[in-house]
């Protein structure tokens, strides 16, 4: 009788957002933190695909595309009351195995004082019942940080 070793997943149901504005700079800049097989699970259905081969020099075109039709069902930023545009400024992967992480990274120019911010970060909650995701934000020296979930998915601040 055979066993067979269960699949090692990473161990938390995480991802991390920082969101950063300063006045002088009169950007925005927001990076998210995404576990890679989780990316690859929501996205075309397999944790461990490499269909979509991210940062690496085999990307297809399409890769940018369907990481930003999945991230908009599931993340937004409002500034002022305005949703903000998410563009792909650069992508990085950082660790190995299992902890290997997605680094998506946005920068939005908002010339206007920065009254409120309004976040909604539900990615993976719809994969995931325990799904967990942290936001970091530092506008103008002040910090603050939340959790949001399935339960909890938009937080609103204002400054």
Request: contains cysteine; hydrophobic residues 40%; charged residues 25%.
């Amino acid at each position: 009788m055979g066993f067979s070793k269960p699949e090692a997943t990473h161990p938390l149901r995480l991802s991390l957002c920082e969101i950063e504005y300063s006045s002088g700079k009169q950007i925005l800049s927001i990076n998210l933190k995404l576990f890679l097989t989780d990316v690859n699970e929501a996205i075309v259905f397999d944790p461990y695909s490499k269909e979509l081969a991210f940062c690496q020099p085999n990307e297809p075109a399409k890769a940018n595309k369907m990481l930003m039709e999945y991230v908009n069902q599931f993340f937004y930023v409002k500034a002022n009351g305005k949703k903000v545009e998410l563009k792909i400024k650069r992508k990085k992967l950082s660790g190995e195995g299992e902890n290997t992480a997605l680094w998506v990274y946005f920068d939005y120019r908002h010339p206007a004082p920065l009254s409120s911010l309004e976040i909604k970060n539900a990615v993976f909650t719809d994969l995931f019942f325990d799904q967990n995701n942290i936001v970091y934000v530092h506008v103008n020296g002040k910090n603050k940080s939340m959790m949001l979930n399935k339960k909890t998915p938009v937080h609103k601040l204002k400054f």
